[in-house]
């Protein structure tokens, strides 16, 4: 299929890599079906909404900055896309990359939950509040901030 790209312009996308949010991203709930594409730079990716080209999302596998990262989510709610076990899900943080040298951060409140074996997504919000909307990647990385 063919994707109108926020970051690439026109490309081809397998089918595998599309995935269907039924609630849509906060913000975004109207928009329900993305694709997840390879950023040019690892360990990043694009999350690019399939319907509208101004709509994509940087992502980042959070436990790579974060390895005590704890996504706890109901099982009632993790059902509502499918997912019985831990090992069915994928799961990524939104990225912000600011302008004028502020910190990239990730948010580790509101990670997005994706079903790999039917690629169905939700957008969780974790109540532990260690887990907040702007995590610096950078310091974390480093050990310099918790």
Not at 46 to 70: G, H, S
Not at 76 to 92: M, Q, V
Not at 104 to 122: E, F, S
């Amino acid at each position: 299929m063919k994707v109108n790209t926020k970051a690439f312009g026109l490309i081809d996308v397998d089918e595998k890599q599309k995935i269907n949010f039924p609630e849509g991203l906060f913000g975004f709930e109207d928009y329900n079906d993305y694709v997840l594409l390879d950023a040019e730079k690892e360990p990043f990716f694009w999350l690019q909404c399939v319907n509208e080209q101004d709509i994509a999302f940087i992502l980042v596998n959070p436990f790579l900055f974060r390895p005590d990262y704890e996504v706890n989510i109901a099982n009632e709610e993790l059902a509502k896309i499918g997912i019985t076990s831990p090992e069915n899900a994928l799961i990524f943080s939104i990225v912000t990359i600011p302008q004028g040298g502020n910190p990239m951060t990730a948010n580790l409140q509101g990670p997005l939950v994706i079903n790999k074996a039917d690629m169905k997504g939700m957008q969780a919000v974790l109540s532990d509040p260690r887990w907040k909307t702007k995590h610096d990647i950078i310091a974390e990385l480093s050990g310099t901030e918790k």
